[in-house]
């Protein structure tokens, strides 16, 4: 595989990390036994593992940093790699080897994932637990990868075997050149820009017009609308923990068609409202929060890496009434969409990719400080069809979502057939019982259930802005 080097995005995920901050995204995938009741050994698993990742070479690959910091580090193969310094069994429970793993950072010699297999024969059901880098996958990417392991039926597909011979490592003076040559490249594409607007000016005007604008209002909300103090600030520790709670998709669904909106909206409204009694229970007076909401911008061309881009919108956890605040997101999530935010915030992060590597790292420092938001808030849409991993059917996938530097709560949901399941992600020292931040989740989505005002088409939703 050629080498790749690291976008500006994908290289803010390394400018982030510190010792508590962690930034590997990452799952918990639960199977239950095949037909025949057996649990796949972990020898097993480990063969089955090692067959279909090489369907994904980036997962043999380590970063090279270019000498001098010139350019963005590149991915170069690991002369090292083997499977066994990335995938390993533990017993339960399982819980307990979650947080454990969760709350140690990735070593960045070696390729950027581990995989742990935990096996409950008690339970009747074996776990997955994976962890990636975000510099190398975005929740989406990471949901491809679980892809790669799966299967449409109990019986595996068979997968030719793949010899692999890595390319030797580039030497320093290579690294610093190919680091010049890609700086220079970039530099040149932007020299052309005027050229291309002098052949049509009128054209590019319009789109210099519209792509200012699309920017002008992300930043505006990213970076002048400040997030207010909230008692989820608070400097981290190196302990995580992963509470999870899960509801028929269906429940989301009936909202959505009850009251007009759509599930991210359901979902933003169920953190809301989990979020206030979290908050009350206690003793904050709970107050708005403002939320990072990734938005993917991947198209079926995109191999790893990151390509998303986000929204910031307001939670109102501070509204009593719960269809109030289903609302009121639905409100600003439609303002968010129809003024191209998330594509306004894709071209300033591809813009700030042609500045000074130290003006990145401040910018990414920026936009990851609690000034900018409260917690991160991210809907991973999973597979909709039953999947098996050795014959063992795939029931759930709980999603982790990393902490950024003083940010102690994010909350995921993926979801998986007629499921949806949640991960609230949390300090464990900050926020010692994120298992009552999930529960609290749960009990919203019961709220909005049992509301009772008009439905959609007999309730005017008051317009966006």
Known sequence: MTSARLSGLDASFLAVETPTAHMHVGWVALFSPPASGRLPGFSE??????????RAPRYRQKLAPVPLGLNAPEWVD??????????????????????????????????????????EPADKRFALIGKAHHCMVDGLAAVELGLLLLDPTPEPVECEPQEWQPTPKPGAERLLVRGMRDLLAAQLGLLRL???????????????GARAGRVGRALSHALLAAAPASALD????????????????????????TYGTTINDVMLAAVAGGMRTYLTDHGEQPGTLKA????????????????????FAELPCEEPDPLSRLYRVHAAMS???????????????KAAEHTPALVQHALSRLIASPRTFNLVVSNIPGPSEQLYMCGCPLRRVY?????????TVSVGMTTVGDRACFGVYADREAVPDADTIARDI???????????????????IAPPG
């Open 335 to 349: 303002a968010r969409k129809r003024d191209g935010e998330p594509e306004g915030a894709d071209l300033a992060l």
């Open 292 to 311: 990072m909401i990734p938005v993917s911008m991947r198209s079926p061309s995109d191999v790893l890496g990151n390509r998303v881009s986000f929204v």
């Open 194 to 208: 005027p050229l291309r607007a002098a052949v049509s000016p009128a054209r590019a005007a319009r789109q210099a």
């Open 399 to 407: 999603p982790v979502v990393p902490l950024a530097d003083r940010h």
């Open 78 to 119: 690991d002369e090292a790699f083997s499977l066994d310094r990335h995938l390993y069994w533990a017993p339960g429970p399982l819980t307990g080897l979650v947080d454990e793993v969760m709350s140690t950072p990735l070593r960045r010699e070696r390729p950027l994932w581990e995989m742990w297999i935990c096996q």
């Open 442 to 460: 749960d009990d919203a989505i019961t709220e909005l259930l049992e509301g009772t005002p008009k439905p959609a088409s007999q309730r005017r």
């Open 234 to 257: 608070h400097s981290l520790s190196p302990l995580r923990r992963l509470a999870w709670a899960e509801r028929p998709l269906d429940d989301l669904r009936t909202v959505k068609r």
């Open 45 to 54: 698993l480990c063969d089955h593992i090692e067959g279909r990742l090489a």
